[in-house]
C-alpha cells in the first residue's frame, strides 16, 4: 500500500490535502452553532453531529418525526362558502371575497403537522477546545463521511458518523491512536424519557420513547459497545471508561411506516439495531459508501478560470469569506463546482426510494417549532428540491415523490368533494406527511390557491420526458393526471369565452385594487386567472395529452385539446411591455417580490422559451429585471431561481452573477443556504439545477449544449454524466468560454435535435451537422468543432 493510502486509511493525513477541493468541506473550528453542522443522511435518516470538543451534540432526525397523525382540516363552511365567494368576484367585490374565503374556508386548524428532530445524541469528553492541536472538521461529498480529528493531551482522536441505507441506521465510530483513551458519558435526549439497560452481548441501550398526540407514537435505540475498557448505565446516561474505540448505532421508528401498530415497529427496530451493531464499524461504513456513490458519482461538473488560484489546504469558511470579498468566481472557481456537488450531496442524503421527500430543510432539524414547520411547501419549495435529480441521473431519487402523490392524491379527493364540491384532487401551497391538502395559513396572497397539484406534476411529466419510460407514464403519471385534470375541468368557468380558474392568486404576491372602485387603494392577493394559473394550466393539458399518447389512452384528449383552446394565451402589459403577472395590470405591493410564479412559463417550464417564443420570453426578462431591480432575490431560493430563470433566457453571466450573489450574500460557512435568516434546503439544491441549466438543456425537444456558456468567468471546464430530455445522457468539455468537444450518448434511441452555444457550427462524427438525426439505442455520438 502507498504511504499516503496508508496514512488515509488510518485518518493521519490532513483531511484538507486528503480530497478533491471540489468534494471536501472542512473546517479548523468546532461549529458552534447548528447552522455551522456538516449534515449526513441515508434518506429516512439524517444526522447533524459534533458542536464542541468537551460536549457535543448529534443532532438525530428520522424523516416521519412529525408532530402527530392526520387530522381532517377542512372548514365544515367551505362548500358553502365557495359560490359565495365567486359571486362577490364576479361583482368586483374583492375585498369581500377574500374576506368571505378567509372566514369560511380556511383550514381548522391553519397549520399541518410539522417535522420535528427525533433526538439529541449527546456526547461529554472533558476535552476543552482551547487544549486541543490539529482539530479538523469535515464533509466528504463523495464518501458520504462525516469526520473529526484533534488532538488532546499527546493523543490523536478520530470521530465519523455515517448514514447507512444498507443498514438502516445511523453509526458512529469514536478512535484513537492510544488504547485505553476514550472515556465518555453518552445520553439520548428528547424530553420523553430515556431508559439504559444492559443487553447482554458486551454493549448497552438507550431507548426513548413518545407520544406526539392520542395517534402518533415513535421509538428510537442507540446500542453503545466499546473495544477495551468499560460500560456502566445509570437510568439516563451510559458511562465509558478506558475503551480504545466506541461505536453507537442509532435508528428510529414511527406508526407512519408501520401503522400495525407501536409492537410491530419495536420489533423492526430492534433487530434492525442489533443486526448493525453485530457488524463492524468498517463493515457498516463500507456498505454506507458503497450505496451513496452509487448516486453520487453518476455526474460531475469541474471548472478553472483564468485567473483561480488553487485553494488546497484552505478551509471551506476562510474560501467563503475570500469570496465574499469578490463579485465573481474568479479566484475559486471550485466553489461553484462544491455548491453544484453538495445540492447532489444533500438530495442523495434526504430522498432514497422507500423515504419521504425532502422537505423544506432536506431531512436536518434540530428544534420543535422549525422555519415554516419544515414540512412540504408546494408553490415553489418542494419543486425546487428535485429540479436537480433527472438532470443528474438520479431518477429513483424521485420516487417519495410518486409515493407521495398517491398520499396527496387520497387526501386531496376529499378536499376536492368537501371545499369545492368537485370530482378530481386539489392540494393548495402546502403539504405534510400525511398528504394534507387542505389550505395552510390564512392569507389572500398564499392560502388562496388551489393549485399546488398542478405545479407539482410537473415533476411527473419530466420525469418520463428524462427517461422515456413508458410504464411509469402509463401506471403513474397518467392516473394522476387524469384524477386532477377532473379537478380542474369542473372548477374551470367558461366566462368571456375562455375558461377562468378562480378564486386563486399568483404566490405569495399581492396587489393595490385600483382607482375606479370602491375599494381604490386596498390589498389583495385574489384573483382571476393569473399568468401563474393559466401557464400551470397550459402545461398540465398540454402534458396531459402528451402522457395519453405514449400510454395509448385516448380518454380525456379530446377534452384536453378543447380546454386549451379556450385558455387564454399570456398577456404583455401594455403599460409596462412587462409579462402581466394579474388578471389585469394591477399594480404589486411589493416589486421586489421573492416569487417569479407569472414566470413559471420560462423556467421550469416550457412555454416561452426564448428559442421559442421569443417575444414571451423577452417580456418575461423585463418582470424579472423588475423585480431585481427593485430589490427581488431577497432570500436563498428566490436568489437561486433567478439564476435558473436568466440560464433559461440564455444569460450566462447573469446566472453566474446570482448563483455568486447566493453563495456570498445567502449562504452559511457550512454552505447551507439561507432564507429569511435560518437554513432552508432548497437553494443549496437550485444551485445544482442552476449549474445544469448554464451548460446543458434541453426543453422544447432540442438538446442545447452550453445554452447560457459563461463569458466572463468560468471559462475552462467539463462536466459528464449529465442527463437530456429524450433519455440522452451528455459530456462536454470548454476552453477559453467555447465548448471543444462533446459526447451525447442515446439511451432510448429516437430522434436528436442538437444546438450548441449561440448556434456554433460542429459535426457529429465527422459529419456537419445539419437537422435532427435518428440515433440507435446504446449509440455515442462525438461532436467536433
Known amino acids: 500500500m502507498k504511504l499516503e493510502s496508508w496514512l488515509r486509511a488510518i485518518g493521519a493525513l490532513s483531511i484538507s490535502t486528503a480530497y478533491a477541493a471540489e468534494d471536501i468541506l472542512f473546517y479548523s473550528q468546532p461549529a458552534s452553532h447548528w447552522n455551522e453542522s456538516l449534515p449526513i443522511g441515508n434518506g429516512r435518516l439524517g444526522a447533524t453531529p459534533f458542536s464542541k470538543t468537551d460536549h457535543e451534540v448529534v443532532v438525530l432526525n428520522e424523516d416521519s418525526y412529525f408532530s402527530g397523525g392526520f387530522r381532517n382540516r377542512v372548514n365544515p363552511r367551505s362548500l358553502e362558502t365557495f359560490p359565495r365567494v365567486r359571486k362577490l368576484m364576479d361583482e368586483g367585490n374583492l375585498t369581500g371575497a377574500g374576506d368571505t374565503w378567509l372566514q369560511g374556508m380556511v383550514g381548522i386548524p391553519i397549520s399541518q403537522r410539522k417535522y420535528e428532530p427525533a433526538g439529541y445524541l449527546n456526547f461529554s469528553t472533558g476535552h476543552l477546545w482551547n487544549q486541543t492541536s490539529g482539530y479538523e472538521r469535515s464533509l466528504n461529498l463523495a464518501t458520504g463521511v462525516a469526520k473529526t480529528v484533534y488532538t488532546y493531551d499527546g493523543v490523536t482522536y478520530t470521530r465519523e458518523v455515517v448514514a447507512s441505507e444498507a443498514d438502516q441506521v445511523i453509526a458512529l465510530h469514536f478512535g484513537a491512536n492510544k488504547a485505553s483513551s476514550y472515556n465518555l458519558t453518552i445520553t439520548l435526549d428528547r424530553a420523553l424519557g430515556n431508559a439504559a439497560t444492559a443487553d447482554g452481548d458486551g454493549g448497552l441501550w438507550l431507548r426513548s420513547s413518545g407520544r406526539a398526540d392520542s395517534s402518533y407514537t415513535h421509538t428510537q435505540y442507540a446500542h453503545v459497545s466499546v473495544e477495551g475498557g468499560s460500560l456502566s448505565s445509570t437510568n439516563s446516561s451510559i458511562i465509558v471508561k478506558g475503551a480504545s474505540s466506541v461505536t453507537i448505532v442509532w435508528d428510529a421508528e414511527t406508526l407512519f411506516y408501520h401503522p400495525e401498530g407501536q409492537a410491530t415497529y419495536e420489533k423492526v427496530l430492534r433487530d434492525r439495531v442489533s443486526s448493525a451493531q453485530k457488524k463492524t464499524y468498517a463493515d457498516v461504513k463500507s456498505a454506507a459508501v458503497a450505496a451513496h456513490q452509487s448516486y453520487y458519482s453518476r455526474a460531475s461538473f469541474t471548472v478553472t478560470g483564468a485567473n483561480s488560484t488553487s485553494p488546497t489546504g484552505k478551509s471551506t469558511d476562510l474560501r467563503l469569506s475570500d469570496l465574499r470579498g469578490t463579485s465573481t468566481f474568479d479566484k475559486d472557481p471550485g466553489l461553484l463546482a462544491l455548491a453544484y456537488n453538495y445540492g447532489r450531496y444533500m438530495l442523495i442524503a434526504s430522498s432514497r426510494p422507500g423515504t419521504l421527500p ?120 397518467l392516473p394522476l393526471l387524469q384524477t386532477t385534470l377532473e379537478f380542474y375541468n369542473a372548477f374551470s368557468v367558461l366566462q368571456d369565452g375562455y375558461y377562468v380558474t378562480y378564486p386563486s392568486n399568483s404566490p405569495e404576491n399581492s396587489y393595490f385594487i385600483p382607482n375606479g372602485s370602491s ?78 410564479s407569472s414566470c413559471i412559463g420560462l423556467h421550469p417550464g416550457h412555454q416561452y422559451s426564448p428559442l421559442n417564443n421569443a417575444t414571451l420570453a423577452q417580456a418575461a426578462e423585463r418582470l424579472i429585471q423588475h423585480r431585481m431591480d427593485s430589490g427581488g432575490g431577497s432570500t436563498g431560493w428566490s436568489r437561486i431561481w433567478a439564476s435558473n430563470l436568466y440560464a433559461r433566457l440564455l444569460h450566462g453571466d447573469t446566472a453566474v452573477h446570482h448563483s455568486h450573489v447566493l453563495m456570498t450574500d445567502y449562504m452559511y460557512d457550512n454552505m447551507w443556504a439561507i432564507t429569511s435568516d435560518v437554513f432552508q434546503a432548497d437553494a443549496n439544491f437550485g444551485i445544482t439545477s442552476a449549474v445544469n441549466e448554464m451548460f446543458l438543456q434541453s426543453q422544447n425537444g432540442m438538446l442545447h449544449i452550453g445554452a447560457a456558456m459563461p463569458t466572463m468567468s468560468l471559462l475552462h471546464g467539463s462536466f459528464s454524466g449529465w442527463k437530456a430530455r429524450g433519455n440522452f445522457e451528455v459530456s462536454a468539455e470548454w476552453e477559453n468560454g467555447q465548448i471543444i468537444s462533446a459526447t451525447v450518448k442515446s439511451k432510448a434511441g429516437g430522434s436528436l435535435a442538437l444546438r450548441v452555444q449561440d448556434g456554433r457550427a460542429f459535426k457529429v462524427d465527422g459529419q456537419v451537422y445539419s437537422g435532427p438525426i435518428t440515433t440507435t439505442k446504446g449509440a455515442s455520438y462525438k461532436l467536433s468543432f
Open 358 to 477: 425532502a422537505n423544506l430543510q432536506g431531512i436536518w432539524n434540530d428544534v420543535f417549532n422549525p422555519p415554516w414547520d419544515s414540512k412540504f411547501t408546494i408553490d415553489i419549495n418542494l419543486q425546487m428540491n428535485y429540479w436537480l435529480a433527472n438532470m443528474n441521473g438520479l431518477d429513483e431519487i424521485l420516487e417519495p415523490i410518486w409515493s407521495h402523490f398517491k398520499r396527496m392524491e387520497a387526501r386531496g379527493t376529499a378536499v376536492a368533494k368537501e371545499m369545492y364540491g368537485l370530482p378530481g384532487w386539489v392540494c393548495h401551497h402546502n403539504t405534510d406527511l400525511w398528504g394534507d391538502c387542505a389550505p395552510q395559513d390564512a392569507g389572500t396572497q398564499w392560502t388562496i390557491w388551489p393549485m399546488g397539484g398542478a405545479w407539482l406534476l410537473f415533476t411527473a411529466l419530466d420525469h418520463y420526458r428524462f427517461t422515456q419510460d413508458r410504464e411509469f407514464a402509463k401506471d403513474v403519471a
Open 519 to 596: 375599494e381604490a387603494g386596498a390589498q389583495t392577493g385574489i384573483d382571476k386567472s393569473s399568468q401563474s394559473d393559466r401557464t400551470l394550466m397550459w402545461h398540465l393539458y398540454s402534458g396531459f395529452i402528451e402522457i395519453s399518447e405514449v400510454a395509448g389512452s385516448s380518454t380525456g384528449v379530446e377534452q384536453a385539446k378543447q380546454y386549451l383552446a379556450r385558455l387564454k394565451a399570456p398577456d404583455i402589459s401594455p403599460t409596462t411591455n412587462r409579462l402581466l403577472e394579474w388578471s389585469q395590470d394591477f399594480r404589486e405591493v411589493e416589486p421586489e417580490h421573492r416569487h417569479f
